[in-house]
């Protein structure tokens, strides 16, 4: 996609999702009406070429000049990560790409069966571009070990895809904003399962307030894919007495790991 393709898209996806915010349902595109629940919306895009003066002004009253004028079509499906990856290094969509230093897209197997996901780069991520490597990627890292993995056989991402300033917490318009990139992640590597990094990952993911706590223990779903919710590794270095929690959990995942094998 070009660069005006690209802008397009992410322009239309805001109002998609600013509609869905709001509650529609559905839209129509041509003379069909299409669910906008995020599965929906997605196999629908995916599916078909959806012009963007149908996308805007919805069935065939979309005047004959404008569509004309708009000849751009959505394509959000890309064939790879480094594809998506250079299609959005640049994204400027919320405030985090103005003090951010590196893009941290992700890192890992493509085609990982496991994916661990976090809430947003720290200082050193930041700096190196790459997600969980300060004090908490190299615990995150030592807990892979003692699951028999390292960082080829999974995938490890973030909600957000620019640093917070001071380490503060991503706000919800920046999740939202950023959070297409995560899914679009995810439908191009399709793991098996999704292990939540923290609260903050686990409530975007789940797009609920539930207290971590109560998340644990159990599997949820993130659009049909089985996702688990532990501790953030961050979190166990100031908190170490939860590191048996977590273990549990891991215990939990690989469960299901031999469970697929
Ligand atoms: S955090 Fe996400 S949405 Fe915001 S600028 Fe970075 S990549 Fe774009």
Redesign the pocket.
Known sequence: MSENQINLYMLLRQALAAQIDLGMGEMVIGSSKTDLSPSKLLSAIQTRKISAAEAIAGDSSTPQGMQATIEMTIEPAYDSLESHNAA??T????????T?NK?VYGVGNPNAEVMFVGE?PGAEEDRRGEPFVGRAGQLLDKILAAMQLDRSKVYIANV???R?PNNRD?QPE??N??MP?LREQIRIIKPKMICALGRIAAQALLNTTTPLGRLRGTWHQFESIPLLVTYHPAALLRFPQYKKDTWADMQIIMARMSNNS
């Open positions: 959005i290094c994204c400027q969509l919320c405030p985090l790409g103005k951010r893009f947003g957000v895809k620019c917070p991503p920046e999740m904003q950023c990139y």
